[in-house]
């Protein structure tokens, strides 16, 4: 896009970004990120907190004792799961995050560029906003690290289930499950406060591109900078003690939902993050379909422990693409690479796979939706020629995943083989490497 001289900035404070963007509205426009722009700090340059945010009415202890599992879910389930948190204290958690929000989150408009300026342009603690109705936005070399939320929710019918009934050992052979699991309540060891289920939910991700259309993520880094999530320990007990159910103040690094199509993420570095994109946000969601033409290529997944590419409804064209974790990681242990909802069809093509302590390709895919459909081609494991797809319908014992998608990309002219893939990626994904 052209952007005449009167709309080229550059920018290196929160408030100069806010009126670049005000002032050139949806005209073609260049900015360029110097140094590092912390979306939390006021005017001054002071950065903000939980007590600047905070409605007067929410203190997260009181919260947490209100949302304990163990007594909220002791109530009459509705529809098979417990009631959403409600009351006082839940408004004010939500005056305190609407707060936050007014502070961390800037909207891009249409026909915007931003670019960071040499090797360490970085923006923190914030969430840029790709809204629909916006097209043509081009984000390169830029640093993004660590959207904050002050005010997670907890989320009782999240993933919340009456029926495993029996222990349940994770892929990391820890039991999460009790006896007395019951949709009614009898006594302290038997009731629906004795099955397994909830989440922490946080709302803001680094970059959230919701219904915009022709948009290119190029050269850029996103992790969870210095906030990692074993800082933040899991308050409740067994059965409320898994992984997923550790109080997390990020939500993902990259999402793409809400009818977004034509993006492409390439030579992008996505490390030291849990759930970390989406394409696609809901399961039920059928105004997706048709929409969420995606492409991500030459990028570098490092250390994260699920939702690496996790669709629904949309069409991945996923190649190139380098995938290092550990099975053991006592951060981010790997959990999976591709997650596949409603109607997700997914071409991975040439992607290698380092992830040490595994050697079952068909751990590599979480199918949330059987119908799904994923065609993996040149795929590598730890050095060696898999089929994920095969591998995973072989232990079903039938074709659980799909191979048919519909559709076939073009071959891409920057198609490398398997085997350079590794030291291509480590050598150009990522912030700073223009």
Same mark, same amino acid.
């Given at each position: 896009?052209?952007?005449?001289?009167?709309?080229?900035?550059?920018?290196?404070?929160?408030?100069?970004?806010?009126?670049?963007?005000?002032?050139?509205?949806?005209?073609?426009?260049?900015?360029?990120?110097?140094?590092?722009?912390?979306?939390?700090?006021?005017?001054?340059?002071?950065?903000?907190?939980?007590?600047?945010?905070?409605?007067?009415?929410?203190?997260?202890?009181?919260?947490?004792?209100?949302?304990?599992?163990?007594?909220?879910?002791?109530?009459?389930?509705?529809?098979?799961?417990?009631?959403?948190?409600?009351?006082?204290?839940?408004?004010?958690?939500?005056?305190?995050?609407?707060?936050?929000?007014?502070?961390?989150?800037?909207?891009?408009?249409?026909?915007?560029?931003?670019?960071?300026?040499?090797?360490?342009?970085?923006?923190?603690?914030?969430? !840029?906003?790709?809204? *629909? =109705?916006?097209?043509? #936005?081009? $984000?390169?070399?830029?640093? %993004?690290? @660590?959207?904050?939320?002050?005010?997670?929710?907890?989320?009782?019918?999240?993933?919340?289930?009456?029926?495993?009934?029996?222990?349940?050992?994770?892929?990391?052979?820890?039991?999460?499950?009790?006896?007395?699991?019951?949709?009614?309540?009898?006594?302290?060891?038997?009731?629906?406060?004795?099955?397994?289920?909830?989440?922490?939910?946080?709302?803001?991700? !680094?970059?959230?591109? *919701? =219904?915009?259309?022709? #948009?290119? $993520?190029?050269?850029?880094? %996103?992790? @969870?900078?210095?906030?990692?999530?074993?800082?933040?320990?899991?308050?409740?007990?067994?059965?409320?003690?898994?992984?997923?159910?550790?109080?997390?103040?990020?939500?993902?690094?990259?999402?793409?939902?809400?009818?977004?199509?034509?993006?492409?993420?390439?030579?992008?570095?996505?490390?030291?993050?849990?759930?970390?994109?989406?394409?696609?946000?809901?399961?039920?969601?059928?105004?997706?379909?048709?929409?969420?033409?995606?492409?991500?290529?030459?990028?570098?997944?490092?250390?994260?422990?699920?939702?690496?590419?996790?669709?629904?409804?949309?069409?991945?064209?996923?190649?190139?693409?380098?995938?290092?974790?550990?099975?053991?990681?006592?951060?981010?242990?790997?959990?999976?690479?591709?997650?596949?909802?409603?109607?997700?069809?997914?071409?991975?093509?040439?992607?290698?796979?380092?992830?040490?302590?595994?050697?079952?390709?068909?751990?590599?895919?979480?199918?949330?939706?059987?119908?799904?459909?994923?065609?993996?081609?040149?795929?590598?494991?730890?050095?060696?020629?898999?089929?994920?797809?095969?591998?995973?319908?072989?232990?079903?014992?039938?074709?659980?995943?799909?191979?048919?998608?519909?559709?076939?990309?073009?071959?891409?002219?920057?198609?490398?083989?398997?085997?350079?893939?590794?030291?291509?990626?480590?050598?150009?994904?990522?912030?700073?490497?223009?």
């Amino acid at each position: 896009m052209a952007a005449k001289e009167r709309y080229t900035y550059t920018v290196t404070t929160r408030q100069q970004l806010l009126d670049a963007l005000k002032r050139a509205g949806n005209e073609p426009k260049i900015i360029r990120i110097q140094g590092t722009i912390n979306l939390m700090t006021d005017d001054s340059g002071r950065e903000l907190g939980f007590k600047d945010f905070a409605d007067p009415g929410y203190d997260f202890e009181a919260y947490k004792k209100l949302v304990n599992p163990h007594t909220w879910n002791r109530q009459p389930l509705v529809n098979g799961r417990p009631p959403r948190i409600a009351g006082p204290l839940e408004e004010a958690r939500k005056r305190s995050w609407n707060k936050q929000k007014q502070q961390v989150q800037v909207l891009i408009p249409s026909n915007t560029t931003l670019i960071g300026i040499g090797s360490d342009a970085k923006i923190t603690r914030g969430n !840029l906003y790709l809204d *629909k =109705g916006v097209e043509n #936005v081009i $984000i390169r070399n830029i640093h %993004f690290e @660590d959207a904050y939320d002050h005010f997670p929710q907890w989320n009782p019918g999240d993933s919340y289930s009456t029926t495993r009934t029996a222990p349940v050992v994770d892929d990391f052979g820890k039991n999460h499950s009790v006896p007395g699991c019951q949709t009614e309540f009898v006594d302290d060891e038997h009731g629906p406060h004795r099955c397994n289920g909830g989440r922490w939910n946080s709302e803001f991700d !680094l970059i959230s591109i *919701k =219904g915009a259309k022709r #948009v290119w $993520i190029d050269h850029c880094s %996103f992790s @969870d900078g210095e906030s990692l999530a074993k800082t933040i320990p899991n308050i409740f007990t067994i059965p409320y003690d898994q992984p997923e159910q550790k109080i997390t103040p990020h939500d993902g690094l990259l999402d793409i939902t809400n009818a977004s199509d034509f993006v492409t993420v390439s030579n992008s570095h996505f490390f030291n993050h849990d759930k970390s994109m989406l394409v696609g946000g809901s399961d039920n969601q059928p105004a997706d379909e048709g929409s969420l033409n995606v492409t991500y290529h030459h990028n570098l997944f490092e250390n994260l422990r699920q939702r690496q590419q996790l669709v629904r409804y949309g069409k991945l064209h996923s190649y190139n693409n380098l995938f290092k974790g550990s099975r053991t990681d006592p951060q981010y242990p790997f959990a999976y690479a591709f997650g596949l909802g409603t109607s997700a069809r997914i071409y991975s093509q040439n992607n290698v796979f380092e992830i040490e302590g595994l050697s079952d390709p068909a751990r590599l895919v979480s199918l949330f939706i059987v119908g799904a459909a994923l065609q993996d081609q040149g795929t590598l494991l730890n050095g060696q020629a898999v089929s994920i797809v095969e591998r995973f319908n072989a232990a079903q014992g039938r074709a659980v995943i799909l191979t048919d998608l519909g559709w076939t990309p073009p071959t891409p002219d920057d198609l490398l083989p398997p085997e350079a893939v590794p030291a291509y990626v480590l050598k150009n994904a990522g912030a700073g490497k223009l």
